[in-house]
């Protein structure tokens, strides 16, 4: 594998469930300070990394992508042993259904149903339960409390052609997107800032609050979205290998028009391949950047993915380097940023 698989791989196995954050945090933090003009941890756990611009008209934009990845919570010990559980984030009971989980401790278990799987809705999180082999509570106490979360199982693996599988690439691979961005831009026109946020998948909570902080002018969202080419999966259009996806819409968002278009021009310009992306269902943290303070213009540049909230999502490297380079560019360049507008 190449030194960038080699960090994907790092990034989406390591644990990082909704609030729990700081291992890939940590990881970020040894991968980019030396690329970065500030770094800054906020009380949330959002990661902010400061690329200072040198425009003489510059403003903010911030760049987000999420580090949390989904998972199931412990809400009660059995007296068998076994472990009921809540989910955290978007969790299919179908396909969470036995598959591997890890505990931030090391724990391993399976998870199980109390009914038959042929009779379980997607989001009958409610009837699984997780099987860690312990015979008693009292055992299982030994390993595990009520409140521990587990994510799941699911090694990164090389797949046909450019493609590549593992669990986590929501959004472990826009985290590596923004981090090589990070280190292969120059000093930028308008300062911006990289938020790496935190609690995206259960609710866009660091997004929210480091928009905030942050005040941008334009925020522009790293995530993944659909990739359209398998049976049942039709209704859209991005696919793999065809470049990066340029949101328009979604359901949490509708990116700004005239950006969107100065953003598709940048990418012809300069030869990057990209896809139109109007996601039917779904959300970024471009939804809350979009409402923070008295409004902000957003964008949004997303990976094909397929099989995603699961632990054997797909993505191509090709897609993924376009939109390395769409976001390294668009964001370091004289970017005309038009905010609140006077009329009288």
């Known amino acids: 594998m190449t030194e960038g698989e080699n960090r994907i791989e790092k990034y989406t196995q390591t644990f990082g469930i909704s609030g729990k954050e700081k291992q890939i945090s940590d990881m970020l933090i040894q991968d980019i300070r030396e690329y970065a003009d500030e770094i800054t941890r906020d009380a949330m756990g959002n990661l902010i990394v400061l690329k200072r611009g040198v425009g003489k008209n510059k403003k903010r934009i911030m760049c987000a992508a999420h580090m949390d990845e989904i998972g199931l919570c412990v809400v009660k010990i059995m007296d068998n042993g076994l472990l009921r559980v809540k989910r955290v984030g978007g969790v299919s009971a179908l396909c969470s259904f036995m598959n591997r989980v890890r505990f931030e401790n090391g724990m391993t278990g399976t998870v199980g149903a109390f009914e038959k799987i042929e009779e379980l809705k997607?989001?009958?999180?409610?009837?699984?339960?997780?099987?860690?082999?312990?015979?008693?509570?009292?055992?299982?106490?030994?390993?595990?409390?009520?409140?521990?979360?587990?994510?799941?199982?699911?090694?990164?693996?090389?797949?046909?052609?450019?493609?590549?599988?593992?669990?986590?690439?929501?959004?472990?691979?826009?985290c590596y997107i923004q981090a090589e961005a990070i280190k292969r831009m120059d000093a930028p026109y308008h300062d911006v800032y990289f938020v790496f946020t935190v609690q995206e998948e259960v609710g866009l909570f660091g997004s929210t609050t480091a928009s905030e902080t942050v005040r941008p002018d334009l925020g522009i969202a790293i995530d993944i979205t659909g990739s359209f080419d398998v049976p049942g999966e039709e209704h859209g259009n991005p696919v793999l290998g065809k470049g990066a996806a340029i949101k328009i819409?979604?359901?949490?968002?509708?990116?700004?028009?005239?950006?969107?278009?100065?953003?598709?021009?940048?990418?012809?310009?300069?030869?990057?391949?990209?896809?139109?992306?109007?996601?039917?269902?779904?959300?970024?943290?471009?939804?809350?950047?979009?409402?923070s303070g008295g409004g902000v213009k957003v964008l949004g540049i997303s990976i094909p993915t397929r099989y995603g909230h699961s632990p054997n999502s797909i993505v191509n490297l090709d897609d993924v380097e376009a939109c390395i380079e769409l976001l390294k560019g668009y964001a370091s360049s004289e970017a005309e940023i038009v905010t609140t507008e006077k009329i009288k």
């Open 249 to 291: 819409n979604d359901s949490s968002v509708i990116c700004d028009t005239g950006m969107t278009e100065q953003l598709i021009i940048y990418a012809k310009e300069h030869k990057i391949p990209f896809q139109r992306d109007a996601l039917a269902a779904g959300g970024t943290d471009a939804g809350a950047m979009n409402k």
């Open 122 to 174: 997607p989001y009958d999180v409610n009837k699984l339960y997780i099987d860690i082999g312990a015979m008693s509570k009292e055992e299982a106490e030994n390993h595990v409390s009520v409140g521990d979360c587990a994510v799941f199982e699911g090694e990164y693996v090389p797949l046909a052609g450019r493609n590549v599988m593992a669990k986590a690439f929501d959004d472990r691979i826009a």
